[in-house]
């Protein structure tokens, strides 16, 4: 079963028709796989996985998700394949002064009735499931901190954690790892990883960090200037080809480099929204 299938997909900019994102994508993906999304700053990473979670509608060119076209539907309909699907953004937007139980509790609210989305908010409906799918990654003691005390990397695996919480069958994450540290960057993806295999979910993962995509995913999307560079098994992807898809890249900025865990990390206020 494929739970995407894109041919000559082309997808533009919201507000800029005339400037196309992705151009001309064909891609097929299965169920149950999981693929890193590579390529330089620019090149539709993030585009596509919106496209994927339909967040966007594309310009032209077929697009299917678990076997049917989307924007065919009704209304009703494709709100209710989206709940087939999480989006994890790399900036969650996830309420400042929530308590952490409750932003992560959130992934349950397609599933309870209004009453019981209400009360939750005062009394939290199953914070030992919160708790588990915290303690995950490593973050199990800020089960009732509020979000706005948290850091930038603790605020990307609280939105992680809600994913776990989720039923979704497609698992869409953009740059999980842009503020974490060498050892919770290898424990996000192996979480990630198994909690797709546990239930069969595809994976869909962009990552800038090239040789953890190679080393936790099995197929390797790059993309450059809104198209596909390469689509291939890891075993095939050499450094020469890696070299092509960045070349003429400018150099992350340090304190952007900068992981979680750095004691020498000053982190400007952010506000988060919904």
Same mark, same amino acid.
């Given at each position: 079963?494929?739970?995407?299938?894109?041919?000559?997909?082309?997808?533009?900019?919201?507000?800029?028709?005339?400037?196309?994102?992705?151009?001309?994508?064909?891609?097929?993906?299965?169920?149950?796989?999981?693929?890193?999304?590579?390529?330089?700053?620019?090149?539709?990473?993030?585009?596509?996985?919106?496209?994927?979670?339909?967040?966007?509608?594309?310009?032209?060119?077929?697009?299917?998700?678990?076997?049917?076209?989307?924007?065919?539907?009704?209304?009703?309909?494709?709100?209710?394949?989206?709940?087939?699907?999480?989006?994890?953004?790399?900036?969650?937007?996830?309420?400042?002064?929530?308590?952490?139980?409750?932003?992560?509790?959130?992934?349950?609210?397609?599933?309870?009735?209004?009453?019981?989305?209400?009360?939750?908010?005062?009394?939290?409906?199953?914070?030992?499931?919160?708790?588990?799918?915290?303690?995950?990654?490593?973050?199990?003691?800020?089960?009732?901190?509020?979000?706005?005390? %948290?850091?930038?990397?603790? $605020? /990307? !695996?609280? *939105?992680?954690?809600?994913?776990? #919480?989720?039923?979704? &069958?497609?698992? @869409?994450?953009?740059?999980?790892?842009?503020?974490?540290?060498?050892?919770?960057?290898?424990?996000?993806?192996?979480? %990630?990883?198994?909690?797709? $295999? /546990? !239930?069969? *979910?595809?994976?869909?993962?962009? #990552?800038?960090?090239? &040789?953890?995509? @190679?080393?936790?995913?099995?197929?390797?999307?790059?993309?450059?200037?809104?198209?596909?560079?390469?689509?291939?098994?890891?075993?095939?992807?050499?450094?020469?080809?890696? *070299?092509?898809?960045?070349?003429?890249?400018?150099?992350?900025?340090?304190?952007?480099?900068?992981?979680?865990?750095?004691?020498?990390?000053?982190?400007?206020?952010?506000?988060?929204?919904?």
């Amino acid at each position: 079963m494929l739970t995407y299938q894109l041919q000559e997909l082309t997808v533009r900019h919201p507000g800029a028709a005339q400037q196309a994102a992705l151009h001309s994508l064909n891609l097929s993906i299965k169920q149950g796989e999981q693929i890193a999304l590579i390529g330089p700053s620019g090149a539709g990473k993030t585009t596509l996985l919106a496209t994927l979670a339909l967040a966007q509608q594309p310009a032209s060119g077929r697009f299917e998700a678990f076997g049917v076209v989307p924007w065919a539907l009704a209304h009703g309909a494709r709100h209710r394949l989206r709940a087939r699907l999480f989006l994890a953004p790399q900036t969650p937007p996830l309420p400042p002064r929530q308590r952490v139980v409750t932003a992560v509790l959130a992934a349950r609210l397609p599933h309870w009735s209004l009453w019981r989305s209400l009360t939750s908010l005062f009394k939290p409906a199953d914070p030992e499931a919160a708790w588990q799918a915290l303690s995950r990654f490593n973050l199990g003691d800020k089960l009732y901190a509020r979000v706005d005390r %948290l850091s930038g990397g603790e $605020r /990307q !695996r609280c *939105a992680l954690a809600r994913l776990l #919480l989720s039923t979704a &069958e497609a698992l @869409l994450v953009d740059e999980p790892l842009s503020a974490l540290d060498p050892a919770l960057s290898t424990l996000t993806l192996n979480t %990630l990883r198994e909690e797709a $295999r /546990q !239930r069969n *979910a595809t994976l869909i993962c962009s #990552l800038h960090q090239v &040789e953890l995509a @190679l080393a936790h995913f099995p197929r390797i999307v790059a993309l450059r200037d809104g198209r596909i560079a390469f689509d291939l098994p890891r075993e095939q992807v050499t450094p020469a080809m890696i *070299a092509a898809l960045y070349q003429g890249e400018t150099t992350q900025s340090p304190e952007a480099a900068l992981p979680e865990s750095d004691p020498m990390l000053v982190r400007p206020g952010v506000g988060a929204c919904l």
